[in-house]
Structures are given as structure tokens and as C-alpha cells.
Nanobody, 122 residues
Framework: VQLQASGGGLVQAGGSLRLSCAAS????????MGWYRQAPGKERELVAV???????RYADSVKDRFTISRDNSKNTAYLQMNRLKPEDTAVYYC?????????????????WGQGTLVTVSS
């Protein structure tokens, strides 16, 4: 099983990035997917989830700026991040679980990606 996150980088405030999470080794279409982030000195927080059926939910801090999506034909989940702010700077991790409620507890996440660093300069 592998979740390979990519797409992080350095961007100026107000800019955009798209993160990708390529999955292998499990039946991707049957799993809910999520993105967590961990800023320096802070706890890891859940920012977006998408169910196997395509329903989405967002943390208030990213609502209306970030969009989570999935392409089951490519076994890949995405996080489109627009209007980035310096406070969005963090390592972003993708996560998978059989049902979306399990994504809300880190101990219940089935699979983790390795993380990709997003740095937003002011």
C-alpha cells in the first residue's frame, strides 16, 4: 500500500497550488480520502475530506479557498489550494480510510502519505 503525495512548493500569498495523492495497493474507489496539514509547532489538523461517493467537507479555515477532488480512474486525490495565506504554510499529508468518519481521528486512518511541504510567503 502506498500514498504518494506531491505538488508542494513555495508560493506567494494569494497564489495557488494543486497537491496530488497517488494511491496504490488498495481499492481506491472504496475509500474516503482526506488531507491533513501540520504547521511548525502545531498539531496535525484535518482540512478536507471526500467520501467514496464524492461528497466533500472542509475545515472552516480553508472553506471557499480549497477544493478536494478525486479521480478514481487514476487512483488519485487532489487538493486545489487557491488564495493561499502565510498561515497555510505546513506539511500536507493525504490519508485514506474505509469511511469518512474514520478520517477525523488520526488513529483510525488506514493509510498515510509521506507529506509534501507547502510554504506561503507574505
Amino acid at each position: 500500500v502506498q500514498l504518494q503525495a506531491s505538488g508542494g512548493g513555495l508560493v506567494q500569498a494569494g497564489g495557488s497550488l494543486r497537491l496530488s495523492c497517488a494511491a496504490s495497493g488498495f481499492v481506491f474507489r472504496n475509500y474516503a480520502m482526506g488531507w491533513y496539514r501540520q504547521a511548525p509547532g502545531k498539531e496535525r489538523e484535518l482540512v478536507a475530506v471526500i467520501t467514496s461517493g464524492g461528497s466533500t467537507r472542509y475545515a472552516d479555515s480553508v472553506k471557499d479557498r480549497f477544493t478536494i477532488s478525486r479521480d478514481n480512474s487514476k487512483n488519485t486525490a487532489y487538493l486545489q489550494m487557491n488564495r493561499l495565506k502565510p498561515e497555510d504554510t505546513a506539511v500536507y499529508y493525504c490519508a485514506a480510510a474505509r469511511i469518512v468518519s474514520l478520517l477525523t481521528r488520526q488513529d483510525d486512518v488506514a493509510y498515510w502519505g509521506q507529506g509534501t511541504l507547502v510554504t506561503v510567503s507574505s
